[in-house]
């Protein structure tokens, strides 16, 4: 087992999740505590897994944070509450100069995050309306919300402004 320094940066109870920087950059071997595992291994693996993915994406569990912070723990465009099924998505890609900030980022639900993801809607900047893609309906993909302004903060324009030119071009050919 390796041991390693680190900063906690946050504590929040309701996820009973710990955000921790370490400061050398290396991940120890997680300490399993509380009762007893029926296999140890699997979910010594298990934890070691999610650790990997958070080291491949350092700061996806503070932009996580961050974006449930500023929207609250409900899919944007859908009813959906389910802690489990809710991501923090990129409005603008970080492969494309989007950022880390919560402006950046809306929580989507798994479903809603992937047909973003793959240009099916996109958000209109004038008055942040959803627009599905040609050949589709909203309906269809199961948005219930036909605007992002029904009572929260609103994403960043810079960051809306970025996908809706993309989703443009993609639908013009």
């Known amino acids: 087992m390796r041991i390693g320094r680190g900063i906690i940066e946050s504590i929040n ?10 400061i050398d950059g290396s991940i120890p071997d997680p300490p399993l505590t509380g009762e007893p595992l029926r296999d140890e291994s699997i979910m010594r693996e298990d934890i070691r897994r999610r650790l990997q993915s958070v080291i491949a994406r350092p700061h996806q569990l503070r932009f996580a944070n961050a974006v449930f912070a500023r929207y609250g723990r409900r899919c944007a465009v859908c009813p959906l509450t ?51 893609a040609a050949g ?22 810079a960051a809306i402004a970025a996908q809706w030119a993309a989703f443009s071009r993609a639908q013009r050919g």
């Open 82 to 132: 389910q802690r489990e099924l809710l991501d923090a998505a990129h409005i603008r890609a970080k492969s494309d100069r989007g950022s880390d900030s919560p402006g950046n980022g809306l929580p989507l639900c798994a479903n809603h995050h992937r047909a973003f993801d793959r240009g099916l809607w996109a958000i209109r900047p004038e008055d942040h309306r959803l627009v599905a």
């Open 13 to 22: 109870e309701d996820e009973r999740s710990v955000l921790v920087s370490f």
């Open 136 to 157: 589709t309906e909203l309906g269809r993909l199961g948005i219930a919300e036909h605007s992002l302004l029904h009572g929260r903060p609103q994403p960043a324009a």
